[in-house]
């Protein structure tokens, strides 16, 4: 158990909406990333962080924005949501200190954007 | 660039039988990591196994051995007298050495049917 929680684990909205999705950690990594999973695309990174304000983009970022204030949480916004960000959204950190270890995900979040 | 390649979209195979899934991977990096995940029904990413590309020694963990071939750009899976509890959709990933995070191929779903 890799201690990481994701909330809410499942969300239906409208579109146009603001969403934020929430990962918090326990055990103190600095490496937390955000992807989503889609069906035929595998898990695609949408952005990263690599320590307390430090953030960058992965290859899915469009309207998508990150924050990280605190070790322990990695805050993913859609500012305005659109059906095609309907998806299974997947938070991970990295083992060990370093960013050449595994990733451990969180169990999931399953968003719907109506 | 990395990119991952999972050739096989789905496998189905009758329990006790060996099933081989392939990873074929491209890198620019000399040095670079390698991952095997699954990912059951119930939804969780599950880490199997990660290799390093300086590290070509084969590797078995129980029924499950993985053959990396830095010749070919290989790094295939082979679950031997397989079981209907191993049916679930696996990932190979590549990292590079300079990267922080982790490429996913689209993912093989394999069903093992009594």
């Known amino acids: 158990d890799a201690g990481i929680t994701q909330s809410p684990r499942h969300k239906v909205t409208e ?16 490496y937390m990333y955000w992807y989503r999973q889609d069906p035929g695309h ?3 990174l949408i952005h990263y ?44 950190i990295s083992s060990g200190t370093g960013n050449t270890g595994e990733l451990f995900f969180g169990e999931g979040s399953r968003l719907t954007v109506l | 660039a990395q990119k991952v390649t999972q050739a096989q979209t789905e496998i189905s195979v009758v329990e006790k ?49 993985w053959n990396f071939q830095k010749s070919t750009s290989s790094f295939n899976f ?15 990933a590549l990292r590079g050495y300079s990267g922080y995070a982790l490429n996913f191929g689209k993912g093989t779903s394999l069903l093992v049917t009594p």
């Open chain 1, 49 to 92: 962080s690599y320590g307390v304000k430090d953030t960058d983009k992965g290859e899915v970022s469009d309207g998508y924005s990150v924050s990280r204030s605190k070790t322990e949480d990695f805050l993913l916004t859609l500012e305005s949501a659109t059906s095609s960000q309907t998806s299974v959204y997947f938070c991970a």
């Open chain 1, 15 to 30: 579109t146009g909406t603001p969403v934020t999705l929430r990962c918090h950690q326990t055990e103190n990594h600095r």
């Open chain 2, 78 to 92: 082979t679950i031997t007298a397989s079981q209907v509890v191993d049916s679930a959709v696996y990932f190979c």
């Open chain 2, 17 to 65: 039988e060996d099933v081989t899934l392939d990873c074929v991977y491209e890198t620019r990096d000399t040095t670079y990591y390698l991952f095997w995940y699954k990912q059951p029904p119930s939804g969780e990413l599950v880490f199997l196994i990660r290799r390093n590309s300086f590290d070509e020694q084969n590797e078995i963990s129980g029924r499950y051995s």
């Open chain 1, 42 to 44: 595998g898990l695609r």
